[in-house]
């Protein structure tokens, strides 16, 4: 078990790459904190799955765009499972139009759940990590944070940020122990982007591009990134973003 008796936070954990993460953890000996902001009973559900095949977890419910809320989390999972040693910040939302029929307050939820929340679950957990000078920080970020994506410009934008955000963390804090990593993955089938799964020809498209003609990832393959960047044999990887994308970007 490469995470046995590691604490683990996934946010956006109760459904897509983030479920698929949070059983991965559990089975690698993970104490998972199952983190959902809008359904309580899929977080539940999650945590009752990790229970039954003998792992621990718990659910909480946490709007990660808000900072009472991310910092009273930690203090909850730091009561109930113990120090937290992996944070995975997978929550995010993808609203798709053209520029010109996006909102305001389009702009704001895809930045401040996609960016501001993966600074705020951050920000909450690294004093407890440098008191133990070890770490691992996972943000999901998205090959549309490097390739542009049409009828996307607020979540191509947050993923270009998080990328940064790993980066910079990781020079400001990798001297204390703490490994910060991210994820870019392919087109992966999930709940959020599911109107594109079934848009046909957005489908064969995407299948088109992709070296191994699959149009989509499951969450499953996603999930043995996760527990790569999470466990000791990715010690000496800082500020890396790990593609996972059936090789969409060397396309």
Same mark, same amino acid.
């Given at each position: 078990?490469?995470?046995?008796?590691?604490?683990?936070?996934?946010?956006?954990?109760?459904?897509?790459?983030?479920?698929?993460?949070?059983?991965?953890?559990? @089975?690698?000996?993970?104490?998972?904190?199952?983190?959902?902001?809008?359904?309580?009973?899929?977080?539940?559900?999650?945590? @009752?799955?990790?229970?039954?095949?003998?792992?621990?977890?718990?659910?909480?419910?946490?709007?990660?765009?808000?900072?009472?809320?991310?910092?009273?989390?930690?203090? /909850?999972?730091?009561?109930?499972?113990?120090?937290?040693?992996?944070?995975?910040?997978?929550?995010?939302?993808?609203?798709?139009?053209?520029?010109?029929?996006?909102?305001?307050?389009?702009?704001?939820?895809?930045?401040?759940?996609?960016?501001?929340?993966?600074?705020?679950?951050?920000?909450?957990?690294?004093?407890?990590? /440098?008191?133990? @000078?070890?770490?691992?920080?996972?943000?999901?970020?998205?090959?549309?944070?490097?390739?542009?994506?049409?009828?996307?410009?607020?979540?191509?934008?947050? @993923?270009?940020?998080?990328?940064?955000?790993?980066?910079?963390?990781?020079?400001?804090?990798? /001297?204390?122990?703490?490994?910060?990593?991210?994820?870019?993955?392919?087109?992966?089938?999930?709940?959020?982007?599911?109107?594109?799964?079934?848009?046909?020809?957005?489908?064969?498209?995407?299948?088109?591009?992709?070296?191994?003609?699959?149009?989509?990832?499951?969450?499953?393959?996603?999930?043995?990134?996760?527990?790569?960047?999470?466990?000791?044999?990715?010690?000496?990887?800082?500020?890396?973003?790990?593609?996972?994308?059936?090789?969409?970007?060397?396309?």
């Amino acid at each position: 078990m490469k995470l046995k008796n590691k604490v683990a936070i996934v946010t956006g954990g109760s459904q897509g790459i983030g479920e698929a993460i949070c059983l991965r953890f559990a @089975k690698e000996g993970a104490k998972v904190a199952v983190v959902n902001a809008r359904n309580p009973k899929r977080g539940q559900a999650v945590a @009752k799955a990790i229970a039954g095949a003998g792992g621990v977890a718990r659910a909480y419910r946490c709007d990660v765009s808000k900072r009472a809320q991310v910092q009273g989390l930690v203090k /909850k999972v730091l009561k109930d499972l113990g120090p937290v040693d992996i944070v995975v910040g997978n929550a995010g939302v993808m609203i798709n139009k053209p520029m010109e029929e996006y909102s305001e307050k389009d702009w704001d939820v895809t930045i401040a759940v996609n960016l501001k929340g993966n600074f705020l679950l951050a920000q909450a957990v690294v004093p407890l990590m /440098k008191r133990k @000078k070890a770490g691992k920080i996972i943000f999901i970020s998205s090959i549309a944070g490097t390739h542009a994506f049409p009828n996307a410009l607020p979540y191509c934008a947050s @993923k270009g940020g998080v990328h940064m955000l790993t980066r910079a963390l990781s020079a400001e804090i990798a /001297k204390f122990g703490i490994n910060v990593n991210s994820i870019s993955p392919g087109n992966t089938a999930t709940p959020l982007n599911q109107h594109l799964q079934d848009d046909p020809e957005f489908v064969k498209l995407m299948a088109s591009y992709t070296p191994t003609g699959r149009a989509y990832i499951s969450t499953g393959e996603m999930a043995g990134a996760a527990v790569f960047l999470a466990s000791d044999d990715a010690s000496a990887v800082h500020g890396h973003d790990l593609i996972v994308d059936d090789g969409w970007c060397a396309m």
